[in-house]
């Protein structure tokens, strides 16, 4: 998970690692923080898969601090992120962290992968409204369960309505005419990436 919002920041531009972890908490940090614990660690996997190069900044180091390390996404790693974006979550428990992250980068999909990533979430949360749904017709539990179970059923249904929203600004985008300029230069842009 972290990897995606990785490579997804460096696409933007080359970054070292305390500009990555400021990024992240800037544009993720209502759902998620990241730690240096895990930040560089990442980094240096992603490093030895050739998804990222590591470049020593230009600025000279100061007495008893060390050159900040840059690092870009390379070809191998544009790849990785298409993947990664558009791979299917294995386990639901960070299946709803994993969307958000996925979610903050949707800019870098084509049309098509967009709407058809959107619709592959709205069915899993219809599954899991109908599971909801049915454990609270059983019945037999206390209040406070209860409660959590009507909490989580309206919160699907609002993330569920939310995302029907998305797909039909989504389509809406692409059957202007301007939509059609854009999933071109996407597609080229996709192609050129593979």
């Known amino acids: 998970m972290l990897e995606v919002a990785v490579l997804g920041l460096l696409k933007d531009r080359p970054m070292h ?12 940090g209502g759902f998620w923080r990241v730690s240096y614990g895990s930040l560089y660690p990442t980094l240096r996997r992603l490093e030895r898969q050739g998804a990222v190069e590591p470049n020593a900044g230009p600025e000279a180091p100061t ?20 993947e990664l974006l558009e791979e299917r979550p294995q386990d639901t428990q960070t299946e709803d962290t994993k ?20 619709e592959r979430r709205r ?8 599971s909801i749904t049915a454990s609270i017709e059983i019945g037999g539990r206390d209040d406070y ?7 989580g059923r309206d919160a699907t249904r609002s993330d569920i309505d ?11 985008r692409q059957t202007t005419p301007r939509g059609g300029a854009e999933r071109r230069k ?9």
């Open 17 to 28: 690692g305390y500009q990555l972890s400021q990024e992240l908490t800037a544009q993720l």
């Open 63 to 82: 007495a008893g601090r060390r050159r900040r390390t840059t690092y870009r996404i390379t070809e191998a790693g544009e790849r990785l992120f298409l």
């Open 99 to 118: 969307f958000r992250m996925r979610l903050a980068f949707f800019k870098y999909l084509p049309p098509e992968t967009r709407v058809r990533l959107l």
């Open 123 to 130: 069915a899993s949360l219809e599954d899991r409204l109908s």
């Open 145 to 151: 369960a209860l409660a959590l179970m009507q909490h």
């Open 162 to 172: 939310w995302l029907t929203g998305l797909i039909a600004n989504e389509r809406s």
């Open 186 to 194: 996407l597609r080229r842009k996709e192609r050129t990436t593979s």
